[in-house]
T-cell receptor, first 116, second 113 residues
Framework: DQQVKQNSPSLSVQEGRISILNCDYT??????FLWYKKYPAEGPTFLIS?????DKNEDGRFTVFLNKSAKHLSLHIVPSQPGDSAVYFC???????????????FGQGTILTVHP | ETGVTQTPRHLVMGMTNKKSLKCEQH?????MYWYKQSAKKPLELMFV???????ENNSVPSRFSPECPNSSHLFLHLHTLQPEDSALYLC????????????FGQGTRLTVV
């Protein structure tokens, strides 16, 4: 059973327009969410995160929105640039376990292509 | 450069071979992880080490054997693998507090022939 889902395998956007990547989760214990970006031949790199006590977090061109009632989060990139072309992974974690480490559950990823 | 280094970057091995993947971090993190990424599937957590002790083993077959000799190094020993084990193997580390973001290495692209 996949607890974090990214239902769009790919997204194509024109340069300068907005990119919206979506992510749904089923585990109500998740209370912290992250987006990672991955270029070919590289490991995932952290992009932005949001705690469940917030519904929005913004960092430059990147904004993450969280709708807890719908168990849905989205990543907005505006304006999109060709260098944003990569695979974007949504990830979630529950801090309720009180463990001393982070155990991330990932979605399948969405391939974003930004055309010049 | 995330501070997490994996070697080798690429590995081709036969089903009867024994090989090891290496991961090194000098970020002062106390937790280290092995993830597997197969084509069109989510990253799957394989093992978690916290303070050099294995704390998670997500039903990984015994042909994968992790080792964490110290807080900076993590190995994944491979033996008698199957072709379906071909995947990208990613190492990550994080601070000891839960919820902190993980830093990933570049991964080892493994092909089992």
């Amino acid at each position: 059973d996949q607890q974090v889902k990214q239902n769009s395998p790919s997204l194509s956007v024109q340069e300068g327009r907005i990119s919206i990547l979506n992510c749904d989760y089923t585990n109500s214990m998740f209370d912290y969410f992250l987006w990672y970006k991955k270029y070919p031949a590289e490991g995932p790199t952290f992009l932005i995160s949001i705690s469940s006590i917030k519904d929005k977090n913004e960092d430059g061109r990147f904004t993450v929105f969280l709708n807890k009632s719908a168990k849905h989060l989205s990543l907005h990139i505006v304006p999109s640039q060709p260098g944003d072309s990569a695979v974007y992974f949504c990830a979630a974690i529950s801090n309720a376990g009180g463990t001393s480490y982070g155990k991330l559950t990932f979605g399948q990823g969405t391939i974003l292509t930004v055309h010049p | 450069e995330t501070g997490v280094t994996q070697t080798p970057r690429h590995l081709v091995m036969g089903m009867t071979n024994k090989k090891s993947l290496k991961c090194e971090q000098h970020l002062g993190h106390n937790a280290m992880y092995w993830y597997k990424q197969s084509a069109k599937k989510p990253l799957e957590l394989m093992f978690v080490y916290s303070l050099e002790e294995r704390v998670e083993n997500n039903s990984v077959p015994s042909r994968f054997s992790p080792e964490c000799p110290n807080s900076s190094h993590l190995f994944l020993h491979l033996h008698t693998l199957q072709p379906e084990d071909s995947a990208l193997y990613l190492c990550a580390s994080s601070p000891s507090t839960g919820g902190a973001r993980a830093f990933f290495g570049q991964g080892t692209r493994l092909t089992v022939v």
